[in-house]
T-cell receptor
Framework: AQRVTQPEKLLSVFKGAPVELKCNYS??????LFWYVQYSRQRLQLLLR??SRESIKGFTADLNKGETSFHLKKPFAQEEDSAMYYC????????????FGQGTTLQVKP | GAVVSQHPSRVICKSGTSVKIECRSL??????MFWYRQFPKQSLMLMAT?????????EQGVEKDKFLINHASLTLSTLTVTSAHPEDSSFYIC????????????FGSGTRLTVV
């Protein structure tokens, strides 16, 4: 079964502190992993995906197949990073549907 | 960039009535549309996947007769909640994907449905 787990509902840090939003997945094949962000009163938007190996707004995420994890990291949090973050998985054998984790609210305090 | 327009943003209806939610892709052809439901402070739960011109594929536990999905064109998909009840009150979000395996997903802004 496909599953995405984000263990933290809320992560609160001070501005300038490092951030790590955890994501673990369960999938028997080769998944594609994504991070989506939802700012207040805005729609869900793509932050980054593992196949691109890119850094967006200072965020990075590395797929660790051994630990089945795709944690999102940023060395220095900014207040504007405060948002809801969703980790999502797309399997290789389905219709392209995305399965989302429960989401983590990141709160960056001044 | 790709834009999906979802309407209405909010709707209140009486129990027993039906409500239609529309999602339009404005500048690309949405070959696949996904419909999600989101409860307060919870994740997005996939309800169904529809490909243009085909019947939708529903996730386990989702009543296909209650949540009617139509994807008759490459730019429009609709979700109709039939005989709505208060427990159907939720936030519904569509997501569209164009052709090509690397084509990204574009989300609508969501519809807040309240059944009274």
């Amino acid at each position: 079964a496909q599953r995405v787990t984000q263990p933290e509902k809320l992560l609160s840090v001070f501005k300038g502190a490092p951030v790590e939003l955890k994501c673990n997945y369960s999938y028997s094949g080769s998944p594609e992993l994504f991070w989506y962000v939802q700012y207040s009163r805005q729609r869900l938007q793509l932050l980054l995906r593992h196949i691109s190996r890119e850094s967006i707004k200072g965020f990075t995420a590395d797929l660790n197949k051994g630990e089945t994890s795709f944690h999102l990291k940023k060395p220095f949090a900014q207040e504007e990073d405060s948002a809801m973050y969703y980790c999502a998985l797309r399997g290789s054998s389905n219709t392209g549907k995305l399965i989302f984790g429960q989401g983590t609210t990141l709160q960056v305090k001044p | 960039g790709a834009v999906v327009s979802q309407h209405p943003s909010r709707v209140i209806c009486k129990s027993g009535t039906s409500v239609k939610i529309e999602c339009r892709s404005l500048d690309f052809q949405a070959t696949t549309m996904f419909w999600y439901r989101q409860f307060p402070k919870q994740s997005l739960m996939l309800m169904a996947t529809s490909n243009e011109g085909s019947k939708a594929t529903y996730e386990q536990g989702v009543e296909k007769d209650k949540f009617l999905i139509n994807h008759a064109s490459l730019t429009l998909s609709t979700l109709t909640v039939t005989s709505a009840h208060p427990e159907d009150s939720s936030f519904y979000i569509c997501s569209a994907r164009g052709t090509g395996s690397n084509y990204g997903y574009t989300f609508g802004s969501g519809t807040r449905l309240t059944v009274v």
